[in-house]
């Protein structure tokens, strides 16, 4: 993590360089790919800080989303996650970021970057001159784990009425 250019990117905001909002920004970085409540975030803050506030953190986290250091999501768990979106002085990607495919039976998120919307982007774009500026794709299924317990319970079933 750049902390010069992240220290640099708050004064231009005209915001305060602070060691909570630093601490804030190295626990994201140091936990990329996940997707962490304010709590979680909160909870590893006062391993480092035991003097912080939840308030605190709470705060921290809407300047790095408004700074578009972070982005902060809904899996449909009732929760508002964060994850990293890019480090300062990481270059931004031109709109598109990773999607999600969460497990409805454990909750598991997996991240996957592939973007195959592009040709659906485009025929909006050439019939309605609607252009698409960002996207979020979140797919529901059952991860390979919750699968093979089901099958699994399913192989039990038969055999138990087999034997009956």
Excluded: W
């Amino acid at each position: 993590m750049d902390e010069s250019i992240f220290k640099q990117m708050l004064k231009e905001k005209k915001l305060k360089v602070t060691q909570q909002r630093l601490l804030v920004l190295e626990l994201m970085a140091a936990h990329p790919g996940e997707h962490l409540t304010a709590e979680d975030i909160y909870e590893l803050a006062r391993e480092r800080c035991p003097e912080i506030g939840l308030a605190t953190v709470y705060r921290n986290l809407q300047v790095l989303v408004d700074l578009q250091l972070l982005d902060k999501l809904s899996l449909d768990d009732g929760f508002t996650r964060y994850e990293l979106s890019q480090l300062p002085g990481e270059e931004q990607e031109k709109h598109h970021r990773h999607h999600h495919a969460i497990c409805s039976g454990c909750g598991a998120v997996f991240s996957f970057e592939e973007d195959l919307l592009d040709t659906l982007e485009q025929s909006l774009c050439e019939r309605l001159g609607f252009v698409v500026t960002d996207h979020e794709v979140k797919l529901y299924g059952y991860c390979r784990s919750c699968r093979e317990k089901q099958k699994d319970r399913h192989s039990d079933r038969q055999i138990t009425e087999v034997i009956d």
